[in-house]
Structure formats: C-alpha cells, structure tokens
C-alpha cells in the first residue's frame, strides 16, 4: 500500500438480487437468485436500481406466449428508476449519484442494470422513485400511439381500451392534454376511479357490448382514434367504431393472456382471427390502421429522447401523472404478476429490491 493512500473500500455488495423467470409456466416460475455484481464496460452506466416497472409484456413472456422475450432462464424488465451506481471508460463519472429513469432491453428487475447513456434520462425531481418507473413504457406507448401515429387532435374523439391500466391511465393524460373527447373501456369497479381521473366516458366492456354503447354515446358516428391492446377479432370490432377519418391503433395480444396449453390455444385463435384490412375498404371509408411495438424501436434512440423529452416536461408541467397502484418487494413478484392477471390493477404496478 502507498503511504497515506487509503486502500479502495469495495462498498457494494457482490451478489445482487434479480427476479429470474425460469421457464414458462404459472407464477410459481418465479424466482429471486443472486447473480455477480456487474462492471462498467467501455461506455456502460450501472444504475442501482430503486423501482422496476412490471408490464403485461413480463407476464405473457413468463406464459411463454411473447415470441420477442428472451430465452429462459431469464431477467425480464424494460425500465427502471434508480441512481447512477458507475459509469464505464467514456462516460462523464460526474453522472455517479444522479437519480435517473432508464428503458431496458430486459433485464431491469434486478439490483443492479447495465445500460449505454442514451437508454437514460433524468428522473423528474417531483417523483417517487416508484412512479418515475412507471413512466417510460406507459407513457411512451401512449405518446406514440396518440401523437406520433394516433395524431390526435383537439376536438376529436379517442376509444381506449384496458383504460385502467397503465397504458390505458397514460393515455387518457395525453388525450386530456390535447382536448379530445375520452371514451375508455375498462372493469366496471375501474370507473369511478377513471372518472375521477378525467375520463369523459367508461364503458363497462365486461358485461355489455361496448361497441353498441359506443355508437349510441356518439350518435352512430364512432371515434376518430382507437387504441387496442386486446387483439385478434377484436380488432375487427374497434375498426368499425372508427369514425370517417378514424384511425386504429393496434399495439397488443391480451386476450391471449393464459398459462400452458390454453395461452397457445388462445394466441393461435386470435392470430386466426385478426382481420385483413383491404387497401380499397380504408380508402372508401377513409380510415387508417397502424400497429405499434416499441420494443422494436430500440435502434431508433434519436426518435425516442424527444418523446421522452415531452414526458419528462409533461411531468413538470401537471399533465402526465403516473399513477402508481402497488408496490411488490422481488420476493412478491409472483402475486404482482398474478394481480394484473387477475385484472386487479389500475394504473401501474412496480417492483422493488
Ligand atoms: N406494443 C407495445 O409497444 C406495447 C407497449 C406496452 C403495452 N402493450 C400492451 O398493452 C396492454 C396493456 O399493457 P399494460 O402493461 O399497461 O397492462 P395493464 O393494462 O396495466 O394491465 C392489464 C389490464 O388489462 C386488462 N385486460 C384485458 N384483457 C385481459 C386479460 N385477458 N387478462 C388480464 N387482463 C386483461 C385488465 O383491465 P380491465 O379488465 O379493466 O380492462 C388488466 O387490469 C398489453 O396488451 C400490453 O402487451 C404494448
């Protein structure tokens, strides 16, 4: 040792707790192992992860039922909030100890994430740590799907379905940002809640036939935006709640959602009945259709930091307000997975370490 140098305290811990998601199967696939600390490469930020955002993406990936998820035994995770842990060869180290949000590539419900710095923004000062993690999925989509391809516009109509979960409470921010007219389709005990929150119209899609209440509430007309997450023929039935110069947004397979046999037998019908969209049938009735599947974005950074930009300031300007539903330790990911299945949540649910 130099004299008077102080020898390197090793401060972290060397094993740090994830959430593994084994196989596929039932909740009980779920397990809490430890894995080595990561190192910073060249250009990497590890962040001490604080919050994880769950997303029905994780839970359809542990049904085995997400072609895009990867193979098991594996870390799932698209976001995180946290603290700058370290940074790689290149990165500014002034970055160490700065509150972030972070979207990544899986691997975020773990104590510790690697990611490059584009992957990282800054964590809105007036946020738990819990709600800056239910910001970039939810809202993103949302942003994406409403804006960017949805082109909402003051005045228009947008139908939302699953309008009580957390894709569902982020669009209805924007949609009430923009000024358009909200119809939402979510479970009946979900609708005070959403009027609560705004929602101009729910629509209790579990028990009536929520296009002929749509039709009746909008004089036979329908909307100018759909956003559907449900899938397979029910994406048929949004496309004839669009109104002249409406647009479908498909962007998710819920109705799929089971564990074992039943979820392939699922997925199987709803791919066999997703409907074909003739190009002579949009252009007669004016309407559009576009799907949205951000996690195939990932190459296109330089589109995604503006977007995120705008959310970032939506926080601080009051209209995008992340609602956090429950908190779940990593030792609870089972029952986290197994409220959402189970149609329990409204808004967002996070996992902490
Ligand atoms: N393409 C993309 O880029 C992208 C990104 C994010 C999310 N998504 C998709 O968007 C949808 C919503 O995701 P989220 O993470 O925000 O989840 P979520 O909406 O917070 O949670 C699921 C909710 O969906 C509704 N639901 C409808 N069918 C269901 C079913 N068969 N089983 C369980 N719940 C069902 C339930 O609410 P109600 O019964 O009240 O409706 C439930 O509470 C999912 O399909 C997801 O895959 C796609």
Known sequence: MIAGVEPQVEVRAREMRQIVTTQNGGVDVLEVREAPDPRPGKGDVIIRVRAAGLNFADILARQGLYPDGPRKPC????????????????????????????????????????????????????????????????????????????????????????????????????????????????????????????????????????????????????????????????????YAALRHTGRLGMFGVSSASATGLKGKLKLLKAAAQMPRFHPLGLFNKNRGVFGLNLGHLWHEPEKIAPWMRDIVRGVEEGWIRPYVDRTFTFAEAGDAHAYIEARRNIGKVVLVP
């Open 75 to 238: 870390v799932m995770g698209y976001e995180v909030s946290g603290i700058v842990d370290s940074v790689g060869e290149g990165v500014n180290p002034d970055l160490v100890g700065k509150s972030v949000i972070a979207m990544t590539r899986f691997g975020g419900q773990s104590e510790f994430v690697t990611i490059k710095a584009t992957q990282m923004f800054d964590k809105p000062q007036s946020l738990t740590f819990e709600q800056a993690a239910a910001l970039p999925v939810n809202y993103l989509t949302a942003y994406v799907l409403l804006i960017v391809m949805g082109s909402l516009h003051e005045g228009e109509s947008i139908l939302m379905h699953n309008a009580g979960g957390g894709v569902g409470l982020a669009a209805l921010d924007i949609a009430r940002k923009l000024g358009a007219v909200t119809y939402g389709t979510a479970s009946p005990s979900k609708h005070e809640f959403l009027k609560e929150r705004g929602l101009d119209f729910p629509i209790d899609y579990r028990n009536q036939d929520w296009l002929s209440v749509l039709k009746e509430l909008t004089n036979g007309r329908g909307v100018e935006l759909v956003i559907d997450p449900i899938g397979g023929a029910h994406w048929k039935k949004s």
